[in-house]
Nanobody, 124 residues
Protein backbone atom coordinates (compact mmCIF):
# COMPACT_ATOMS: atom_id res chain seq x y z
CA UNK A 1 0.00 0.00 0.00
CA UNK A 2 1.02 3.57 -0.67
CA UNK A 3 -0.59 6.40 1.23
CA UNK A 4 -0.59 9.80 -0.45
CA UNK A 5 -1.35 13.10 1.26
CA UNK A 6 -1.65 16.33 -0.70
CA UNK A 7 -1.16 19.81 0.74
CA UNK A 8 -0.65 23.37 -0.39
CA UNK A 9 -4.02 24.15 -1.89
CA UNK A 10 -5.89 27.33 -1.14
CA UNK A 11 -7.39 30.50 -2.52
CA UNK A 12 -5.32 32.59 -4.92
CA UNK A 13 -6.03 35.44 -7.28
CA UNK A 14 -5.82 35.01 -11.02
CA UNK A 15 -2.22 35.34 -12.18
CA UNK A 16 -0.90 34.06 -8.89
CA UNK A 17 1.04 30.94 -7.99
CA UNK A 18 0.74 27.95 -5.72
CA UNK A 19 2.91 24.95 -4.99
CA UNK A 20 1.21 21.69 -4.18
CA UNK A 21 2.97 18.89 -2.37
CA UNK A 22 2.16 15.22 -2.13
CA UNK A 23 3.94 13.13 0.45
CA UNK A 24 3.95 9.36 0.24
CA UNK A 25 4.32 6.69 2.86
CA UNK A 26 4.27 2.93 2.70
CA UNK A 27 6.10 1.24 -0.14
CA UNK A 28 9.20 2.56 -1.87
CA UNK A 29 8.26 5.91 -3.35
CA UNK A 30 11.09 5.86 -5.88
CA UNK A 31 9.56 2.81 -7.56
CA UNK A 32 6.48 4.74 -8.66
CA UNK A 33 5.69 7.10 -11.47
CA UNK A 34 3.67 9.96 -10.05
CA UNK A 35 0.90 11.99 -11.57
CA UNK A 36 -1.23 15.00 -10.75
CA UNK A 37 -4.88 15.15 -11.71
CA UNK A 38 -7.61 17.64 -11.08
CA UNK A 39 -11.37 17.50 -10.93
CA UNK A 40 -13.63 20.51 -11.30
CA UNK A 41 -17.26 20.32 -10.12
CA UNK A 42 -19.33 18.20 -12.45
CA UNK A 43 -16.35 17.13 -14.55
CA UNK A 44 -14.19 14.06 -14.92
CA UNK A 45 -10.70 13.72 -13.50
CA UNK A 46 -8.30 15.55 -15.81
CA UNK A 47 -4.63 14.63 -16.21
CA UNK A 48 -2.35 17.55 -15.32
CA UNK A 49 1.22 16.25 -15.26
CA UNK A 50 3.29 13.15 -14.65
CA UNK A 51 6.86 12.31 -13.72
CA UNK A 52 8.80 9.10 -13.97
CA UNK A 53 10.00 7.21 -10.90
CA UNK A 54 13.54 8.57 -11.18
CA UNK A 55 12.37 12.06 -12.06
CA UNK A 56 14.08 11.99 -15.42
CA UNK A 57 11.02 12.50 -17.61
CA UNK A 58 8.00 14.70 -17.20
CA UNK A 59 4.81 14.94 -19.20
CA UNK A 60 2.14 17.64 -19.21
CA UNK A 61 -1.34 18.12 -20.52
CA UNK A 62 -1.22 20.69 -23.31
CA UNK A 63 -3.17 23.32 -21.39
CA UNK A 64 -0.70 23.16 -18.49
CA UNK A 65 2.53 23.38 -20.46
CA UNK A 66 4.54 26.44 -19.57
CA UNK A 67 2.45 27.21 -16.49
CA UNK A 68 2.81 24.10 -14.34
CA UNK A 69 5.96 22.23 -13.34
CA UNK A 70 6.06 18.79 -11.76
CA UNK A 71 9.07 17.67 -9.77
CA UNK A 72 9.92 15.14 -7.10
CA UNK A 73 12.33 14.59 -4.26
CA UNK A 74 12.68 10.88 -3.67
CA UNK A 75 14.69 11.46 -0.51
CA UNK A 76 11.64 13.23 0.92
CA UNK A 77 9.05 10.91 -0.64
CA UNK A 78 7.40 13.98 -2.09
CA UNK A 79 6.17 15.11 -5.47
CA UNK A 80 5.42 18.75 -6.20
CA UNK A 81 3.29 20.71 -8.61
CA UNK A 82 4.35 24.31 -9.06
CA UNK A 83 1.50 26.26 -10.63
CA UNK A 84 1.87 29.77 -11.98
CA UNK A 85 -0.20 32.20 -14.03
CA UNK A 86 -3.26 30.62 -12.50
CA UNK A 87 -6.64 31.15 -14.11
CA UNK A 88 -10.14 30.81 -12.69
CA UNK A 89 -10.60 27.73 -14.86
CA UNK A 90 -7.79 26.05 -12.89
CA UNK A 91 -10.15 25.90 -9.92
CA UNK A 92 -10.52 22.25 -8.95
CA UNK A 93 -9.59 19.60 -6.43
CA UNK A 94 -6.06 18.47 -7.22
CA UNK A 95 -5.00 14.89 -6.61
CA UNK A 96 -1.72 13.07 -6.76
CA UNK A 97 -1.50 9.45 -7.82
CA UNK A 98 1.11 6.70 -7.97
CA UNK A 99 1.65 4.08 -10.65
CA UNK A 100 3.90 1.07 -11.21
CA UNK A 101 3.07 0.88 -14.91
CA UNK A 102 5.80 0.90 -17.57
CA UNK A 103 4.99 4.40 -18.82
CA UNK A 104 3.46 7.47 -17.17
CA UNK A 105 -0.29 6.89 -17.33
CA UNK A 106 -2.51 9.78 -18.28
CA UNK A 107 -5.83 8.32 -17.16
CA UNK A 108 -7.12 8.28 -13.61
CA UNK A 109 -8.00 4.62 -13.57
CA UNK A 110 -4.54 3.57 -14.71
CA UNK A 111 -2.95 4.56 -11.43
CA UNK A 112 -2.64 2.28 -8.45
CA UNK A 113 -2.98 4.72 -5.55
CA UNK A 114 -4.58 8.14 -5.15
CA UNK A 115 -4.58 10.84 -2.52
CA UNK A 116 -7.61 12.56 -1.03
CA UNK A 117 -7.08 15.80 -2.89
CA UNK A 118 -6.50 19.45 -2.06
CA UNK A 119 -8.76 22.30 -3.14
CA UNK A 120 -7.38 25.04 -5.36
CA UNK A 121 -9.59 28.05 -5.94
CA UNK A 122 -8.56 30.83 -8.30
CA UNK A 123 -10.53 34.04 -8.04
CA UNK A 124 -10.93 36.46 -10.93
Amino acid sequence: QVQLVESGGGLVQAGGSLRLSCTASGRTFSNYHMGWFRQAPGKEHEFVAGITANGGTTYYADSMKGRFTISRDNAKNTVYLQMSSLKPEDTAVYYCAASRSFRIPTTWGSYDYWGQGTQVTVSS
